[in-house]
């Protein structure tokens, strides 16, 4: 353990506490939605993206097929493609293996968190990405427990769950956009439009897509920059993990 | 054990780890444009989008107003940037309240 783990361990701590209610939140979800413990645990432990791992609990809810889920998986976690390449630009110093591990937790935080520290050095992204990764996985422990907590009262109602879990993910991060919201509503049509006339996972994926291309042409560079702005926000959003 | 939930973990952890691992080892060739990039980072909020609308109104088929009003109370406190837990509990318990009513 040297100084630049342990000070980018420390510079992750506020951002730890918005990934562990990500954390929870999948943990319960995924149980409600059928999965094992260890199902649960072993996708924290080995995806480490929440977006997306939330996405795949609402599409088992819905029965979407495997291949759809995976599909999905890969266009929503697609833009780590543009904050890794960015890490690594600094680390050309690292071994490939220490790089190769470097990648593997690397997030929205430690991306952000990396990029604002005056400290780049491979230790301190490690301290940065195992800070985040132990509070997701452990997070996701602790969600898993809370369903043996509740009555099944509260089990019928849990439909709405999911629904919610995306909103909170969602609507912080665009309320101060007119652009994106523009955007939100533009996908939701597309989205009803299309599930007339193909299978509902489908119109998700096809959805996400077109919206997104949409938005490339209706929402400035600024709004949606990836240059990571200086307040580290800890109650997470949809750039958030 | 369930072999199909495995695999999807096993395929969805490969292609996340995929994005990630590739500018590790090509570490000088990776230029995206900043329509690419914008692109890239405009689908998590799309996809969220397309996830919520229109399937929320469909939570309860027999009853669209449990997914809409659970989902209105949800969207409220989301909007004042109230925490993911905080959202998913309080939308619950709506519809608890929805349901113990009628």
């Known amino acids: 353990m040297n100084k630049h783990f342990l000070s980018g361990m420390k510079a992750s701590i506020p951002a730890c506490l918005g990934v562990s209610v990500v954390g929870i939140s999948i943990g319960l979800l995924a149980m409600q939605a059928g999965l094992s413990r260890f199902e649960t645990m072993l996708m924290s432990a080995m995806v480490m993206a929440g977006s997306s791992q939330l996405m795949a609990i609402g599409m088992i809810t819905q029965g979407t097929s495997l291949y759809a889920i995976i599909l999905g998986t890969f266009f929503i976690n697609l833009r780590h493609v543009v904050m890794s390449s960015s890490v690594m630009q600094r680390l050309k110093e690292a071994t490939l293996l220490q790089r190769l591990v470097g990648a593997f937790a690397l997030c929205d935080e430690s991306f952000a968190i990396y990029s604002l520290s005056n400290d780049h050095s491979y230790y301190f992204l490690l301290g940065s990405n195992t800070a985040l ?80 291309f949409i938005g490339v042409f209706l929402v400035d560079d600024e709004t949606i920059s990836t240059e990571p702005k200086e307040e580290t926000e800890s109650s997470g959003g949809v750039g958030s993990i | 054990m369930n072999y199909p939930i495995i695999l999807m973990i096993l ?67 989301a909007w004042l940037k109230c925490p993911v837990i905080v959202c998913v509990v309080a939308a619950i318990a709506t519809d608890m309240l929805l349901y113990a009513a009628l």
Do not use: C
Not at chain 1, 140 to 155: A, E, Q, R
Not at chain 1, 182 to 190: E, F, P, R, W, Y
Not at chain 2, 24 to 31: E, F, G, M
């Open chain 2, 11 to 77: 395929g969805m952890a490969i292609v996340t780890y995929i994005p990630r691992a590739l500018p590790a080892v090509v570490i000088h060739r990776l230029k995206f444009s900043p329509k690419v990039e914008k692109f890239l980072r405009l689908i998590p909020y799309t996809a969220m989008t397309a996830l919520v609308f229109p399937g929320v109104i469909t939570v309860d088929a027999s009853r669209p107003e449990i997914g809409i009003i659970g989902g209105t109370v949800a969207g409220i406190l």
């Open chain 1, 133 to 212: 990764y132990v509070s997701f996985v452990l997070s996701t422990f602790i969600g898993t427990l809370m369903t043996n907590l509740l009555p099944k009262i509260v089990i019928d109602s849990f439909g709405i769950a999911i629904y919610a879990a995306f909103l909170g993910l969602l609507l912080p991060s665009v309320r101060k956009s007119v652009q994106l919201i523009t955007l939100v509503v533009i996908t939701a049509l597309i989205n009803w439009f299309l599930q007339y006339f193909i299978p509902k996972s489908w119109s998700v994926i096809l959805a996400m897509i077109l919206g997104a």
